[in-house]
């Protein structure tokens, strides 16, 4: 198993048929659509175009594609943060401990570019996810909430 940066001609097509699968565990209802997809595609692309800003690190094994972690810079009126934008690990690699892997990866990306925190938002039914974000330190800041009408 190793963890190496994103790779767009090697890693796009595997990184992108992991949106639908990333999105319906998060959200249950979720309809993956070819306009969704288009618009992974564009992110992804641009995302590849701006390192600095965005780091996309693979996880693979041996030549298999395992999962990847996808953190961006932004900034808003508390200043700049790394957000943890997606954790992906495909089926026979979760609850393995590669995810620890992945977010380490997030965190280095985010050091190395002199910042010192880290956000994600994460599906409160999402319990292995948010178990993982729990042990690497994450606490709840704010909450969202909703009502059904």
């Known amino acids: 198993m190793q963890i190496r940066p ?5 890693d796009y097509r595997d ?3 992991a949106q639908c699968d990333l ?3 998060n959200f249950p209802k979720f309809v993956c659509t070819p306009a969704f997809l ?3 595609a564009q992110r992804l692309r641009a995302a590849a175009r701006r390192p600095f800003e965005n780091g996309i690190f693979v996880l693979e094994d ?4 395992a999962g990847f972690v996808w953190v961006a810079l932004r900034m808003d009126l508390q200043g ?3 957000s ?3 954790v992906y690990l495909r089926e026979p690699y979760r609850r393995r401990g590669f995810g620890k892997l992945l977010m380490q990866a997030a965190h280095d990306f985010i050091r190395k570019q002199g910042i010192t925190t880290a ?8 319990t292995d996810a948010v178990h993982l974000y729990e042990r690497e330190g994450y606490h709840t800041t704010r909450l969202e909430m909703e009502r059904t009408l």
């Open 6 to 10: 994103y790779r767009p001609q090697q």
């Open 15 to 17: 990184v992108l048929n």
């Open 23 to 25: 999105y319906k565990i």
């Open 38 to 40: 288009a618009d992974q």
């Open 62 to 65: 041996g030549l298999d594609f």
């Open 80 to 82: 700049t943060y790394g």
């Open 84 to 86: 943890i934008d997606q």
């Open 119 to 126: 956000r994600l938002y994460v599906t409160a039914d999402n």
